[in-house]
């Protein structure tokens, strides 16, 4: 098959060997399943559940159709990730979507996925991610009057280069800080479920009186709560990014969908019940910050705890977005879709570090350039095109190539559902509010075509850029790396 010929065609030189061609160097497999929990969950927890709570409620009109939307990105997240896992144990490389869409489709397609990824899309969630974690981070500085938006903004500026070094320096180091950062957001949406079934208990249960009056059914507005409840979800499929990183994928990669995504669900519906136990519907809709606003009334005067859990959640939460943003820049460069420093790692530290830098710096121009709410629908429209192109390859190899050897297989009935999804998230907001950054993004996308047929296919590189990538690598200290696809 051609996805077959495709995987082994990696010539046996591509691969730079250390010392006289004695040492191969390669990503470590140092993931396990704590670690792989840890990097689902640390990243889809974040900043979504402490701010995109009021913008869901805004869209759907009332308390219950907003928790409704909340269990079904739960379960759309869920769909999709046991997707990924099917293709994860069928394509044993890191990547996610590219490495998917380059085995399935072709190079093309994964080009402009690529393209689309590393410049826009990961850059702008990891600045998404970093911008909530400044808020809540100068809050406590400026009580009682909104925080200078240059203070802001060089915070989480400060924040990409903090999780730059901590990743160039130690995959084990970076894995950690996830471990620790996920184990301290778990707790702090404890308290605030723990907070709210109290106040349930105590009668406080008005926001949930006539639940679903004032419904919006609209199509266009439904699709809009969904890309805000799913930026709560967005982080699902990180372990995909990382396969190539994992002891025995094909079983901490399904294990790990299974235990993170369905307790990130119960949290977040939780979460949002005691938002609403805590404050009426028009309360939370007037609060920039929910979850402050809900310990100011619940904690009194702990409620800076509840900030600083907040910024310990978002700081975690771009750590993961960072530690997996890097890996798809990185398995990009090596197979020809990027610049090859971009595929090199650290002879010593055995970290992707080119590719970790690169992703910091566009991370830092989408920060200077963006704010949180236009970030999150622009993202959200770009991921669910890719990752219904992904999930249409998923049905390609099950209707098409059964016989391909595969340790996990998810109903097709699941994939069906994510792909009826995805072209709805793409489609409504378009039909219902058509917007010009829309076009635009489009047309970002397919001005990739300009760059992809001198470079890629037809492989005309100026001599001075590898003059460059060769003074980088002895500035940098990296090598390229060799596939370890299990």
């Known amino acids: 098959s051609t996805m ?66 909340w269990a079904a990105c739960g379960l759309l997240a869920m769909f999709g990730a046991l997707s990924y896992a099917e293709l994860g144990t069928i394509i044993k490389e890191s990547g996610g979507e590219y490495i998917y869409i380059l085995r399935i489709f072709g190079s093309f397609p994964a080009f402009l996925f690529a393209y689309t990824s590393v410049i826009l899309v990961r850059p702008a969630g990891l600045a998404a991610v970093c911008l909530s974690f400044a808020e809540y981070a100068v809050a406590p500085f400026y009580p009682g009057c909104s925080s200078p938006q240059v203070v802001v903004k060089c ?39 723990v907070g709210g079934l109290v106040l349930l208990a105590k009668g406080q249960t008005q926001s949930f009186q006539n639940g679903f009056q004032g419904t919006s059914v609209g199509i266009g507005a439904v699709g809009v ?5 799913l930026w709560s979800y967005d982080g699902w499929n ?6 190539e990183e994992l002891k025995k994928p094909e079983v901490t990669l399904p294990r790990a969908v299974m235990i993170a995504i369905p307790l990130v669900t119960c949290l977040y519906l939780l979460v949002n019940v005691s938002y609403l136990a805590a404050m009426t519907p028009s309360e939370l809709l007037s609060s920039g910050a929910v979850a402050v606003t809900w310990g100011d009334k619940v904690l009194g ?37 990027m610049p090859d420093i971009l595929s090199m790692a650290h002879v010593r530290r055995l970290t992707p570090s080119p590719a970790l830098m690169f992703t910091s710096v566009m991370s830092l121009i989408m920060i200077i350039s963006g704010n949180f709410t236009s970030i999150v629908n622009f993202f959200s429209f770009i991921a669910w095109l890719f990752y219904g192109m992904t999930i249409s390859g998923l049905l390609y190899l099950k209707i098409k190539k059964p016989e391909l050897p595969r340790s996990y297989k998810v109903p097709i009935i699941i994939p069906i559902i994510v792909l009826m999804a995805a072209v709805y998230l793409v489609l409504a907001p ?26 890629v296919r037809f492989k005309c590189h100026p001599r001075f850029l590898q003059t460059i990538t060769l003074h980088l690598q002895l500035f940098l200290e990296v090598a390229p790396t060799t596939k370890d696809t299990n």
């Open 430 to 455: 378009i039909i219902d509010q058509p917007q010009i950054e829309i076009l635009y993004i489009i047309a970002f996308i397919f001005s990739g075509i300009v760059l992809y047929f001198p470079l």
């Open 155 to 193: 915070t989480a500026a400060a924040c990409i280069l903090l999780l730059t070094i901590i990743n160039c320096l130690n995959v084990r180091l970076a894995t950690s800080v996830m471990n620790i950062f996920t184990a301290a957001k778990l707790l702090a949406l404890l308290v605030i479920v």
């Open 225 to 229: 709560a969904f890309y805000q409840g």
């Open 238 to 243: 990180n372990l995909n990014y990382v396969t």
């Open 4 to 69: 077959k010929e495709r995987k082994t065609a990696d010539p046996p030189h591509s691969s730079t060997d250390l010392s006289e061609g004695k040492e191969k160097l390669r990503l470590k497999q140092e993931v396990g399943l704590i670690s792989g929990v840890s990097l689902i969950a640390g990243t889809m927890i974040g900043s979504g559940i402490f701010m995109s709570p009021e913008w869901v409620l805004h869209h759907m009109g009332n308390p219950a159709s907003s928790l409704l939307i």
């Open 301 to 337: 005067s702990w409620a800076w705890l509840i900030s600083l859990s907040v910024a310990l959640s978002t700081f975690g939460s771009s750590n993961g977005t960072f530690f997996s943003g890097g890996r798809v820049c990185y398995i990009t460069a090596r197979e020809g879709h």
